[in-house]
Nanobody, 126 residues
Framework: QEQLVESGGGLVQAGDSLRLSCAAS????????MGWFRQAPGKEREFVAA????????IYADSLKGRFTISRDNAKNTVYLQMNSLKPEDTAVYYC???????????????????WGQGTQVTVFS
């Protein structure tokens, strides 16, 4: 049974905004660090953003800081990725990830996460 489900992707014009959602299914990750990654065609999956269990600490890929914002609403068992001023190079499948361990810090490596969603496609045209 899937534990994380991403939604909110779509086809948008350059300069537009999207908000992606990552909802927990069947259990809660409200005390677990979470992250967003993305994978473009022909490229490796890369780090986008991460957030600690409470939402008080966030980190971003250097190239995305200022345009993307990660947040969470633990009452809704949901993590968000707000994406502004989208560019064609943002086109990718976006994945939500969760650590199995509760609390801890913020994490930017794929190996630091244990649960992954199925991904949601974001396509940006100019």
């Amino acid at each position: 049974q899937e534990q994380l489900v991403e939604s909110g992707g779509g086809l948008v014009q350059a300069g537009d905004s999207l908000r992606l959602s990552c909802a927990a299914s069947g259990r809660t990750f409200n005390m677990n660090p979470m992250g967003w990654f993305r994978q473009a065609p022909g490229k490796e999956r890369e780090f986008v953003a991460a957030i600690n269990w409470s939402g008080g600490n966030t980190i971003y890929a250097d190239s995305l800081k200022g345009r993307f914002t990660i947040s969470r609403d633990n009452a809704k068992n949901t993590v968000y990725l707000q994406m502004n001023s989208l560019k064609p190079e943002d086109t990718a499948v976006y994945y939500c990830a969760a650590r199995a361990s509760q609390y801890g810090s913020v994490y930017r490596e794929r190996r630091d996460y244990n649960y992954w969603g199925q991904g949601t496609q974001v396509t940006v045209f100019s």
